[in-house]
């Protein structure tokens, strides 16, 4: 909300994979009069390859809405759909993986927003909490973490955050004051400070992996969040 026109909006887009979710987000913040500066990372080097080139097919993109397609796009080769210049500007892809990192790469921290959705499920339940206090503490004291719903139980077992109520398909969470403790970003291993009996997240031991249909599935969302973003109800947005 204290997001001003013109202003610059720093996000992180974790497990980016094949740079969807992240040019999306890009789409909404210009559509928003904002100015985005978007760090996207995922651990696959060929799926941040198809990110960077920015290059999609008519089917893929063709759950964006129609403005954004005019405004945000170019034809590309062999009838492929081309992020506009002005959206790959806005983006910086890169290598890593936050289960072996503390810290967001390049030092591009923090930021107003960390978007993580559907990446902690392959996690071990104790790292994927750990994750959750490592992710918030990358957030500016007044920023946000977005999750699925899928690993809402996550938050419950954090115990450090504050959930926005009002969201069922996502998670929306705040840093707890004591989220600003250097410490937490660091630490190997966040107890619960609940016993609170929770479901478990599922673990897995498969590469992060998300279709392009699941990825511009979240356009829809965008389109709504766009006109949120338009009168400075960022967190809505989110």
Not at 92 to 104: E, P
Request: charged share 20%; with cysteine.
């Amino acid at each position: 909300r204290d997001r001003p026109p013109a202003r610059r909006v720093r996000l992180w887009s974790v497990g980016c994979s094949t740079g969807q979710e992240p040019y999306g987000l890009a789409m909404a913040l210009l559509d928003a009069g904002l100015l985005p500066q978007i760090l996207a990372t995922d651990i696959r080097p060929e799926a941040l390859s198809v990110a960077q080139a920015g290059c999609y097919s008519a089917r893929a993109v063709s759950v964006l809405p129609t403005a954004w397609l005019q405004r945000y796009t170019v034809p590309g080769k062999a009838g492929e759909v081309a992020m506009h210049p002005a959206v790959l500007s806005c983006l910086r892809f890169v290598l890593h993986d936050i289960a072996s990192s503390d810290d967001a790469p390049l030092a591009w921290g923090p930021f107003d927003a960390v978007v993580c959705r559907n990446v902690l499920i392959y996690f071990e339940r104790d790292t994927a909490v750990a994750l959750v206090g490592r992710l918030l503490a990358a957030c500016r004291p007044d920023g946000y973490l977005l999750l699925s719903a899928a690993e809402r139980p996550l938050a419950w077992q954090c115990g450090r955050v504050r959930e926005d109520a009002d969201f069922k398909d996502s998670v929306l969470l705040r840093p707890a004051p004591m989220d600003r403790d250097p410490a937490l970003a660091s630490s190997p291993s966040l107890s619960p400070i609940s016993s609170l009996s929770v479901p478990p997240v599922p673990a897995s031991g498969s590469s992060l992996r998300r279709s392009g249909a699941e990825g511009w599935s979240l356009a829809a969302e965008l389109a709504e969040a766009a006109s949120l973003l338009h009168r400075g109800e960022f967190a809505a947005a989110l």
